[in-house]
């Protein structure tokens, strides 16, 4: 297995999450039963992303990860005519840029609902209806994690470190075999 990957930060994440600088986790070269470990270096590199907040370097049609702050501006992204074609496209273009798409809200489900009532103008559970709705559609992996302190920031970062790693292994193209007489 690589000893170090890169993940990728789209450059307008105006809060990113924070990356421990290594992991331990289950080496991918022995049985989970054996309970081998392996400790990989990461590194993080801030650039545009066409799809998603966070991708594995190399690994960017495995898993994308993208980030969504709250309800309210999934309002504007779900329940305006506007924002929904827009965010309809970038759902599409989400589920086909990879083989495990993933979106994060930076909250528990009922933090979120709790503290959106005051900033909406709809019940805020229709916003989950039409985020569930659409994540359906596109088969799209929905995650609520907290994310509003340092610690949880990276608790958070390293839940997507991992997620992004594992997804590069399960999703691992097959080597290709040596044709005889090349």
């Not at 370097?57 to 309210?72: A, I, N, Q, Y």
């Not at 993933?102 to 916003?127: N, S």
Request: proline share 8%; hydrophobic share 35%.
């Amino acid at each position: 297995m690589k000893r170090s990957f890169t993940i990728l930060q789209d450059d307008r994440e105006k809060t990113p999450l924070l990356f421990p600088s290594h992991l331990v986790l289950l080496d991918p070269a022995h049985p989970p039963t054996e309970k081998r470990t392996c400790t990989v270096a990461l590194t993080v590199t801030k650039r545009r992303l066409e799809t998603g907040d966070y991708a594995l370097e190399g690994h960017e049609s495995k898993t994308l990860v993208e980030r969504k702050k709250d309800l309210p501006e999934l309002y504007n992204n779900l329940l305006t005519p506007a924002g929904r074609d827009r965010f309809v496209k970038a759902c599409s273009r989400l589920r086909s840029s990879c083989s495990n798409p993933i979106l994060i809200l930076e909250g528990t489900v009922g933090h979120l609902v709790r503290t959106a009532k005051a900033r909406l103008e709809v019940d805020p559970w229709l916003v989950v209806d039409a985020l569930q709705r659409i994540c359906i559609e596109n088969r799209i992996q929905i995650l609520y994690l907290p994310a509003a302190t340092p610690v949880q920031r990276r608790a958070v970062g390293e839940e997507i470190a991992r997620l992004l790693i594992n997804g590069a292994i399960t999703h691992a193209e097959p080597p290709t075999p040596d044709l005889p007489g090349s």
